[in-house]
């Protein structure tokens, strides 16, 4: 269950490279989120294809023309790119996630959709303010990485969809 983040939303600017101007992590939560992305498997450390200065993004090279929604990577010839960690000048997360789901965490106020999102799947996810926050950050960044690789059909770490994804949709159980 994916309870309501308490208080305002942090100030973003909608054309970046620095999205959240205030509310961000501390520099302990930056580097766990970051561990937390890298972590997942199936997954490398790599620069974001977008261009943002200090972004750090996980990459799956093996997968060059992802499913669209799945990835902030240019369609066509790209790597899968689920998700990057913005620099220590900014520390919101991008992540993909199915459009129910992602619905969800904007209405629980965790993120706002990206204002460059072209598949209706691509978020900002505010920064953790506090351990607590870290934890359903982390969480909802894994949950990003592991349904686009899911839906990109790597399977180099599990044969079955991830806990809580559906066998044919890839939806995200009611949470």
């Not at 989120?33 to 977008?50: E, Q, T």
Request: a negative charge; charged letters at 20%.
């Amino acid at each position: 269950m994916l309870l309501p983040r308490s208080g305002r939303p942090p100030a973003l600017d909608d054309e970046g490279p620095i999205w959240q101007l205030d509310q961000r992590a501390v520099p302990t939560a930056w580097v766990a989120v970051w561990d937390a992305l890298r972590a997942v498997p199936g997954v490398i450390a790599g620069p974001s294809s977008l261009d943002e200065p200090g972004a750090r993004a996980v990459l799956v090279p093996s997968v060059s023309h992802p499913v669209p929604g799945t990835s902030f990577g240019p369609d066509g010839g790209a790597a899968l790119e689920p998700a990057h960690l913005h620099s220590p000048n900014d520390t919101s997360v991008h992540v993909v996630l199915p459009p129910e789901r992602g619905a969800l965490v904007i209405a629980q106020g965790w993120a706002v959709p990206c204002p460059n999102a072209v598949h209706g799947t691509e978020l900002i996810l505010f920064a953790p303010r506090d351990a607590a926050e870290l934890d359903v950050v982390v969480d909802l960044a894994r949950e990003s990485v592991r349904w686009a690789l899911w839906r990109n059909g790597v399977t180099t770490y599990r044969r079955v969809a991830p806990a809580g994804f559906g066998a044919e949709l890839g939806q995200r159980a009611s949470a």
